[in-house]
């Protein structure tokens, strides 16, 4: 452009992150229920074109512009469909231009091209048809992509070129459900806020996949993204790993026509364009998250939608009940028990539980009021549990999540596709001191046991196709067992039967404890009772077909004696400066054991290159302390110091 002058030019960024009702959410940022970070913290690009290259559709501000692959008939023998790629000639000559593409699977790859002449200073969408024979589909269970190559060529000659991976898979969504490659699913889903502590969204992309694992582990197959733009690295990983996604435009309680409503629009159009090519994506959420919108903007945001997406599978998702929405999701607490929305179905538009397992056990009101706590339940009724809080109520709390899935699965034959529960992490609440506690896992990523709740309920022969996932049988044991502890025994399982022994010594073999609690569960839990307590051993063996096919242990925990250093290196990690990995200081007893009730203060030094990020030294919380470290973690030493907390002495 004519801002370049000869030599040295130099380009600046400046990010603001101060209130402004104008940009989405627009909510001031003390009386928002998430912290919306500021500055820049994602992956930065620079990308040289020749004269002859691809387009952005940002630059372009064009929904052509770019490119999109997509297939429009999919089956276990065939796929066809179209590769859109949309090139600009700045020469100022006549250019013969030749796009082809490669599509790579394994050993076997399919070559694609189109031929066109382009006038100079003009654009044109090359559309190239695409067929694939006995295609490996994506889907939530072998999520098998393609690699994409794409190869520009002016007069003969490479100019511009591009890769990415692809998946083939169809969604339809009808009045019997939701399809993924011709087979009904029922969406087991979850919420995430990608915020880490300390650093907010300033994670490595390595950091989002061991995220996205994390919830593939817990037996999810579909994640709602609150309420921003993700991470694309989180995207990549959700593609890799089969996890299905519901996309959101920045919203939350506000609205207000004028410069806001255009940003708004403009968010539909900017995520499309991101996101458009992630064989991940089943669901576009342009809607404003519990805000009063209008006809006219509900519409507006629709029309955009399939403007940008002109595919008979492009499905839109909106919190009000709608005409121009192809999918409502409604939360839970925005129902009237005891049904709440599962006898709620008009024409061929379902239902998905968009929330589901805090605000219903929160505050009895369910309003939309948030920041006013009134009607609040017993703290140790709610579903906002701390490790720290103890087993009873985080009992409680997977108590809570099990009841809400239970009442949603009985709207399964009604129009309920699914639901997500609120929510996979803790986070920290824009307005308020105290963490967001309603995770499945800590803000540090560590488990609660409603986190094997949600484990129990994927199917123990449904078997993902990636080494990292944790699939299969299982079978875990909610107990520390203390002479404190419960002496009724939950145990989570997808297993037949479950055999529980004390000391070697048989309690019972029971089968899953079928009630009004658990009735429309695939897999209800197991409940045992123990007599009296005994230091030792409880064992927890999984049968299906009387076979053992999964085993859980846990050890009465004696006085701590020392600390054991565990780093989270979950799924591959780069050997570079920039990945943050959780380092967990765990205050075990003489036999390895993590002590639950241990809050001793501890210290972590580090050797070597890298950085601890966090409070340092700090209280141990149910016998883990937590901190970050920012590096190479092959290139460091980090070792702690424990001193006893003298209000536990």
């Keep these: 452009t004519d801002h370049l002058v000869s030599g040295q030019n130099e380009i600046r960024v400046e990010v603001l992150n101060t209130d402004n009702p104008a940009i989405p959410p627009g909510k001031p940022l003390e009386a928002l229920f998430f912290n919306f970070y500021g500055g820049i913290y994602r992956d930065v690009w620079i990308i040289k074109k020749g004269d002859v290259f691809v387009t952005d559709p940002f630059i372009e501000n064009d929904p052509s512009a770019g490119w999109i692959i997509h297939f429009d008939k999919v089956s276990k023998e065939k796929a066809k469909g179209a590769l859109k790629v949309d090139i600009h000639n700045g020469l100022k000559s006549l250019s013969n231009v030749e796009v082809k593409a490669f599509l790579i699977r394994g050993s076997s790859m399919d070559t694609f091209s189109s031929r066109q002449e382009l006038n100079p200073g003009s654009r044109r969408t090359f559309e190239i048809p695409l067929e694939i024979l006995s295609p490996e589909l994506w889907s939530t269970t072998s999520p098998n992509r393609y690699d994409l190559r794409v190869e520009v060529f002016s007069d003969g000659k490479l100019v511009d070129a591009f890769s990415d991976k692809v998946g083939i898979r169809s969604i339809r969504l009808t009045e019997e459900g939701f399809f993924l490659n011709g087979e009904k699913q029922f969406l087991r889903g979850t919420n995430r806020h990608q915020e880490y502590p300390y650093v907010g969204y300033a994670i490595s992309n390595n950091a989002n996949f061991r995220d996205a694992l994390k919830i593939k582990n817990a037996g999810f197959d579909f994640v709602r993204l609150s309420h921003y733009p993700h991470d694309e690295a989180f995207l990549d990983a959700c593609d890799e790993l089969g996890l299905l996604l519901m996309n959101a435009i920045p919203g939350w309680q506000h609205y207000q026509e004028g410069t806001f409503v255009d940003n708004s629009l403009r968010d539909i159009r900017n995520m499309v364009r991101r996101d458009r090519n992630h064989p991940s994506m089943a669901f576009w959420e342009v809607s404003l998250n519990e805000s009063g919108m209008t006809e006219d903007y509900m519409e507006k945001a629709n029309s955009i939608l399939r403007e940008e997406l002109p595919f008979e599978d492009t499905y839109s998702a909106g919190w009000v009940d709608y005409d121009s929405y192809d999918l409502y999701i409604p939360a839970r607490q925005h129902g009237k028990p005891p049904h709440y929305w599962n006898k709620h179905k008009e024409g061929n538009r379902n239902v998905f539980i968009a929330e589901y397992g805090d ?161 429309h569960l695939d897999f209800p839990p197991f409940d045992f009772k123990i007599p009296a307590y005994e230091y030792g051993e409880l064992k927890a063996i999984g049968l299906i077909g009387g076979k053992e096919v999964a085993h859980d242990m846990v050890v009465s925990p004696r006085h701590p004696v020392g600390v054991r250093i565990r780093i989270d290196t979950l799924g591959a990690f780069a050997e570079e400066q920039n990945d943050l990995f959780f380092v967990y200081a765990e205050i075990i007893d003489e036999n390895g054991s993590v002590v639950p009730t241990a809050t001793d203060e501890i210290a972590f030094q580090l050797e070597g290159p890298g950085e601890l990020i966090g409070r340092n030294p700090l209280q141990a919380e149910a016998g883990i302390a937590s901190i970050l470290f920012k590096g190479d973690i092959k290139k460091s030493i980090i070792t702690s110091s424990r001193n006893a907390y003298l209000a536990n002495n």
Excluded at 415 to 435: E, K, P, Q, S, V
């Design 359 to 519: 605000w219903e056990y929160y505050a009895h009101n369910a309003g939309f009021n948030q920041t006013a706590f009134a009607d609040l339940s017993d703290e140790e009724g709610n579903s906002r549990q701390l490790r720290a809080h103890g087993e009873r109520r985080l009992l409680q709390q997977a108590m809570n999540f099990q009841e809400a899935a239970n009442s949603n699965r009985k709207g399964a034959g009604q129009g309920t596709i699914g639901h997500a529960n609120w929510l996979m992490f803790d986070y920290n609440r824009g307005y308020a001191d105290d963490l967001e506690a309603s995770g499945v896992a800590d803000i540090f990523r560590i488990p609660k046991f409603a986190y094997h709740f949600y484990r129990s309920q994927r199917p123990p022969s449904e078997d993902v196709d990636h080494p990292l996932v944790d699939d299969g049988p299982m079978v875990k044991i909610a107990s520390y067992w203390t002479e404190d502890s419960p002496k009724d025994i939950r145990i989570f399982s997808n297993c037949e039967k479950v055999s529980l022994f004390l000391n070697h010594k048989l309690i019972a073999t029971n089968e899953p404890n079928v009630n009004k609690f658990s009735d």
